[in-house]
């Protein structure tokens, strides 16, 4: 999809805070594709792809909304707007805000492994 200022100034200022979890991030990509295309007018999800360059590893993130919920077919009609996506899927700043999300929560495990956080279990 064609960027917009907003977009773009949100996904900075997403990037941005992840310089607080780890300050050596060698790069970072970021993907938003637009159901179908183009602008959402038909309340379908967006999809947001992050790629976080850190010494050693690439993270990533392809944060795709949930799939359609199997639904019983005699409550289709009463429950169907609720279980077709996720709604806060529809909303692109919030897609990108829960993609963000997860890359910072991939980071958070990375920076634990580095300085040996990491809990062991005996063999």
């Keep these: 999809m064609p960027p917009s200022d907003a977009v773009i100034d949100r996904v900075q200022k997403e990037a941005d805070k992840l310089n607080k979890y780890f300050d050596r991030i060698t790069s970072c990509s970021v993907v938003i594709e637009a159901p179908n295309g183009h602008k959402n007018h038909h309340g379908e999800p967006f999809h947001v792809h992050i790629e976080l360059g850190v010494p050693g590893k690439e993270l990533v993130v392809a944060h795709n909304p949930p799939a359609r919920r199997m639904v019983d077919p005699e409550e289709e009609v009463r429950v169907r707007k609720n279980h077709e996506v996720e709604g806060p899927h529809k909303d692109l700043y919030v897609a990108i805000r829960d993609a963000f999300l997860a890359i ?7 920076v634990h492994c580095l300085r040996h956080e990491v809990k062991t279990h005996p063999a």
């Design 104 to 110: 910072r929560r991939q980071l958070q495990d990375y």
